[in-house]
């Protein structure tokens, strides 16, 4: 009886998603073309910085390896022939505003050659509305020679999870599925609810209406903190701050803005806009306000420049005497991801303007030749400090320990709420915060 999991793609969604399984009792093969971050991961390492119940992903990834229960490799021929399911994870990525499709429908050509009768794949990547039900099950058919539906099931199912929370999400977000029949609805939800084990799964009619739905969910938290990002110009010009003014609002039960920050980073928020456009373009539909606010989130960092370039010329400096430390080049707070990352957006930008920059992030594995290894190092002479993601080990709550390595005269820029005025007043600085 087959009852193993084939998971396609170990990055930051296959993996935590191959683990659920497992710690859940279902046997998973996991399959990545990168043949290092295979090495890595069957020696049980990884930047990931997810954590559950206690444990981190490292010592939830070893103890899945002892036991036999998870292993990855780069061939596909030793997942899929007998699995139950495979789930893919392989993702699209926007190259000069067009998505990529090549390595997702790569990994489904891959799959289609091994398919076997009574399987079901899942496709769980974000994807163009109208992919699963056309070029993907077209590919698996051909490939396969079986029929979608018919001697395999074929589904769609949302991927909700945030990082840094992953393993709780897969068990307790509610997730939306569909299938190209009943049949291969029913099959799927069978395999989800084995990770989805406390929140509804919801089953929709068509699995188009799921991979747009997705895509919207992603694009609202877009224009949402497109939106907050302005509201920040104006309270910020009314003299008001902007954190406490959202707090208010969001007493109301129907409102739910955001926070603003040093843009919008990661896989999912930056691109979801890139999804819906050829379909959009097909059906001639312009999604002038989505277009608007993906451009004013990609601003930010921009906008992060302009000021470090107004204080410069106040003081009466210029920008190859001065030297910035940026403190996060992670996209988001407390993560390891630095793909679409606006700290190093920023960071581009303050080294074309011609100033010495120093970064500090503990948690992201890249090297750059602007990465220093220690919170100090990056702080100290520095004229210019940028908040940019907070991380575990960056000493920021205690100011007055590195407050004195900084210049005398220094400018301090908070995009993460870590400081109120009253914070910095005793300490010299010059502060402004998003």
């Known amino acids: ?223 949402n903190i497109a939106m907050v990002q302005e509201f920040a110009r104006l309270t910020e010009a009314l003299g008001l701050d902007i954190y406490e003014v959202i707090a208010v609002a969001n007493t109301h039960k129907r409102v739910n803005l955001l926070t603003p920050g040093p843009g919008v980073g990661g896989y999912c928020l930056p691109n979801a806009l890139y999804y819906l456009l050829p379909r959009a373009a097909e059906k001639n539909v312009p999604l002038d306000l989505l277009r608007l606010a993906r451009q004013i989130n990609d601003r930010v960092p921009a906008f992060l420049v302009d000021q470090v370039n107004r204080w410069v010329k106040e003081k009466g400096k210029v920008p190859q005497d001065v030297t910035v430390a940026v403190l996060g080049i992670a996209m988001k707070d407390f993560s390891s991801d630095d793909r679409i990352s606006p700290p190093l957006e920023t960071v581009k930008l303050l080294q074309q303007a011609g100033y010495r920059v120093k970064a500090f992030d503990p948690a992201v594995p890249a090297s750059y030749p602007f990465k220093v290894e220690r919170f100090e190092e990056a702080v100290r002479g520095a004229d210019v400090i940028l908040i940019l993601a907070r991380q575990e080990g960056m000493p920021l709550d205690d100011i007055a320990a590195w407050r004195p390595l900084a210049a005398p005269e220094l400018f301090l820029v908070d995009t993460r709420n870590v400081y109120k005025k009253e914070d910095v007043a005793p300490f010299n600085v010059d502060f402004w915060k998003i």
């Open 1 to 223: 009886m087959r009852e193993r999991v084939a998971v396609i793609g170990l990055g930051y969604i296959g993996l935590p998603l191959s683990l659920s399984f497992a710690m859940k009792g279902t046997p998973v093969i996991g399959v990545d073309v990168n043949a290092q971050l295979v090495e890595q991961i069957n020696a049980g390492i990884t930047h990931h910085l997810e954590r559950y119940k206690g444990k981190g992903i490292r010592e939830i990834l070893q103890e899945q390896l002892a036991n036999g229960r998870f292993r990855a490799t780069t061939d596909y021929r030793e997942a899929i022939p007998g699995a139950l399911a495979v789930v893919i994870t392989v993702g699209i990525p926007i190259k000069n505003g067009d998505p990529d499709t090549s390595y997702l429908l790569s990994a489904v050509s891959s799959v289609g050659e091994l398919l076997e009768p009574g399987q079901i794949v899942i496709v769980r990547s974000t994807v163009i509305p109208g992919m699963t039900g056309g070029i993907i099950r077209e590919i698996l058919e051909k490939k396969s020679g079986l029929a979608a539906g018919e001697d395999f099931d074929l589904a769609y199912c949302s991927e909700r999870i945030a990082e840094g929370r992953a393993f709780e999400e897969f068990e307790s977000m509610p997730v939306a599925l569909a299938g190209i029949n009943g049949r291969s609805a029913a099959a799927a939800e069978a395999i989800i609810a084995k990770v989805t084990t406390n929140a509804p799964i919801y089953r929709a009619s068509d699995m188009a209406v799921v991979e747009i739905s997705k895509v919207m969910e992603n694009v609202q938290r877009d224009v």
